[in-house]
């Protein structure tokens, strides 16, 4: 998925401004449902850590964003070589545990 985003030309910075943006937005929707709503503080609580969640999520992707930028085919195969790996070391507990 990330690969693709970068294919996309989606980069690591547009992630990092979106997990800023939605830090401010969280402190907006609260603000707004406190003062405009009438429904009380812990509906203008609920809207503003829903909206704070996202933030996270945009860092996240942010970095893995940056991974890809930085280490591009490096990276796929590195997982290549560590799932050639992943088989060996399975192929060999299955050996070990035939072998008992």
Known sequence: MINTLHKWGVRSNLMYTAGIASVGLAFASWAASNRLEGAGLERADRWGIFVGEWAPT???????????????????????????????????????????
Do not use: K
């Open 58 to 100: 945009f860092f996240a992707m942010g970095l893995a964003l940056r991974l890809e930028e930085t280490h591009g085919d490096d990276a796929d195969e590195y997982f290549g070589q560590r799932a050639e790996m992943d088989e060996a070391v399975t192929g060999l507990a299955a050996r070990s545990a035939a072998m008992r």
